[in-house]
């Protein structure tokens, strides 16, 4: 499955890099695409083993909102 989520916050190489490896750490993902120009953060995962909410807390932990 994938999904892209708008998250705000994002304006540097850092923000970028902590994002993606929080969600590369969550079992289940198999890729992740980030974008900082659109704020946009694709995810490609297996929902037998993690779930949007998973995803969405584990980029809120590193400082970022998820708007949808």
């Given at each position: 499955?994938?999904i892209t989520l708008d998250?705000?916050?994002?304006?540097?190489?850092?923000?970028?890099?902590?994002?993606?490896?929080?969600?590369?750490?969550?079992?289940?993902?198999?890729?992740?695409?980030?974008?900082?120009?659109?704020?946009?953060?694709?995810?490609?995962?297996?929902?037998?083993?993690?779930?949007?909410?998973?995803?969405?807390?584990?980029?809120e932990e590193q400082g970022?909102?998820?708007?949808?």
């Amino acid at each position: 499955m994938q999904i892209t989520l708008d998250v705000r916050g994002m304006t540097c190489d850092h923000c970028e890099k902590a994002v993606k490896g929080s969600l590369e750490e969550l079992n289940g993902v198999q890729g992740v695409e980030v974008s900082i120009d659109t704020n946009r953060v694709t995810v490609t995962y297996d929902d037998v083993y993690v779930s949007k909410e998973q995803m969405k807390s584990a980029i809120e932990e590193q400082g970022y909102d998820v708007v949808a």
